[in-house]
């Protein structure tokens, strides 16, 4: 079983579309997150959930909205696709609020054209 | 915030040698320093860990040591081997969000 799936692995679309990556996590943490990694694969975080609460918001623009229906899952929406969104999306949990160890999923690749 | 500085970038060594990743970071107060490795196509996993109370740890062909005082941390790997190759990163973790390096692209050949 994977620990910490995404869906889809590979997106691509035009500018100005609307777009989710979904994420679930099956190890029972509390706390997940949404990191984003650009082409020279600096690694940035962008939010963070904890049971279910938004606990980081890191400077994003407001055309990102994470969701977290349950703690289990992190979705992520994107309004109005630009070009500079074109990044790998991964998500990651933690068993904890405070746990630093973080379990990462294999990673969405979004490219918009 | 914290601050990661990771070298060097690219890291090209023959199998059988060791390699060595260096990292600064600029908070005294983090105190939890883990090291990741991404292999092409998938996402970061945990390989070894550190934390501030302990200079040095060990787990088999992987090492890493931590200098409080001079703020630098570094990941050892003996005998590389091909399989080795991949993005390695280094975090600093003041709270509960670490700050990643910019990673090193470690290239062993055959």
């Known amino acids: 079983d994977t620990a910490v799936s995404q869906t889809p692995k590979y997106l691509v679309t035009q500018m100005g579309n609307d777009k989710s990556i979904k994420c679930e996590q099956n190890l029972g943490h509390d706390t997940m997150y949404w990191y984003k990694q650009d082409s020279k694969k600096f690694l940035k975080i962008m939010f963070s959930y904890n049971n279910k609460e938004l606990i980081i918001n890191e400077t994003v623009p407001n055309r990102f909205s994470p969701k977290s229906p349950d703690k289990a899952h992190l979705n992520l929406h994107i309004n109005s696709l630009e070009l500079g969104d074109s990044a790998v999306y991964f998500c990651?949990?933690?068993?904890?609020?405070?746990?630093?160890?973080?379990?990462f999923g294999a990673g969405s690749r979004l490219t918009v054209l | 915030g914290e601050n990661v500085e990771q070298h060097p970038s690219t890291l090209s060594v023959q199998e059988g040698d060791s390699a060595v990743i260096k990292c600064t970071y600029s908070?005294?107060?983090?105190?939890?320093f883990p090291w990741y490795k991404q292999e092409l196509g998938k996402g970061p996993q945990l390989i070894i860990d550190?934390?501030?109370?302990?200079g040095e740890k060990k787990d088999q062909r992987i090492a890493v040591t931590l200098n409080k005082t001079a703020k630098h941390f570094s990941l050892h790997i003996t005998e590389t081997q091909p399989e080795d190759s991949a993005v390695y990163f280094c975090a600093a973790s003041l709270s509960y969000i670490p700050t990643f390096g910019r990673g090193t692209s470690l290239i062993v050949h055959p």
């Open positions: 550190i934390r501030s109370n302990v």
């Open positions: 990651a949990s933690s068993p904890v609020l405070g746990a630093n160890v973080l379990t």
């Open positions: 908070d005294s107060a983090s105190n939890y």
